[in-house]
């Protein structure tokens, strides 16, 4: 990669590449599924959900899970073949209304 140095860095004077396409056709897709659903529409369908996932629908629950927290993030190991890292700390901020299961103490294992 003559873009990059030994270390893996983009060497001095390297101009990038083009970026990010310009986000008018993702505007217009939002745009379209704004209009589209009313915020009546949007609770009637987040109740629906709420209910299907309670009587134990994975899909509604992934769903709900996905608005509301969020998709976790996906990380691979490149660098410790799997081994414990000592010192590594994951910071995981607060969420209301959100209780930790008794003896959780946020440490990552393996």
Do not use: C
């Amino acid at each position: 990669m003559a873009d990059r140095n030994e270390k893996g860095q983009f060497i001095k004077g390297w101009k990038g590449g083009p970026g990010r396409p310009k986000k008018s056709r993702e505007e217009r897709y939002y745009g379209i599924a704004v209009s589209a659903v009313s915020f009546k529409q949007w609770r009637a369908i987040i109740k629906k959900a709420a209910e299907k996932a309670e009587r134990g629908d994975v899909q509604a629950l992934r769903f709900l899970a996905d608005y509301l927290l969020g998709r976790p993030q996906q990380f691979i190991d490149v660098t410790s073949h799997g081994e414990k890292l000592p010192g590594v700390t994951v910071y995981l901020p607060e969420i209301d209304d959100l209780e930790a299961e008794p003896g959780a103490t946020g440490e990552v294992s393996s």
